[in-house]
């Protein structure tokens, strides 16, 4: 069974920044597409940004120049750097972890941007 780890989130102010992690085990880190999915209230889950096991990126167009996925092997850790937050981005965040036809997902935390 897949366990995806996470951390970051919380509340800031327009234009502000936050960064998200999730941890997984070696073998999820090195064979499974990582991802970053949100979810508002309201509104179905939606891709933010995901990286593959050799580190191409895909990001959704409302986030493009402004948050970035990263991959760090000795921690077995993807990260999601959101700069330049808007009130719209305020959502659940949750990690994934794919491969094949099998997808597994983390806690998930809310990220609140308000004034």
């Known amino acids: 069974q897949v366990q995806l780890v996470e951390s970051g989130g919380g509340s800031v102010q327009p234009g502000g920044s936050l960064r998200r992690s999730c941890g997984a085990s070696r073998f999820v880190f090195d064979m499974y597409i990582m991802g970053w999915y949100r979810q508002a209230p309201g509104k179905q889950r939606e891709l933010v940004a995901s990286?593959?096991?050799?580190?191409?990126?895909n990001y959704a167009d409302f986030v493009k120049g402004r948050f970035t996925i990263s991959r760090d092997s000795g921690k077995n850790t993807v990260y999601l750097q959101m700069n330049s937050l808007k009130p719209e981005d305020t959502a659940g965040y949750y990690c994934n972890a794919a491969r094949l036809n099998y997808a597994a997902w983390g806690q998930g935390t809310q990220v609140t941007v308000s004034s």
């Open positions: 990286i593959t096991p050799n580190g191409r990126e």
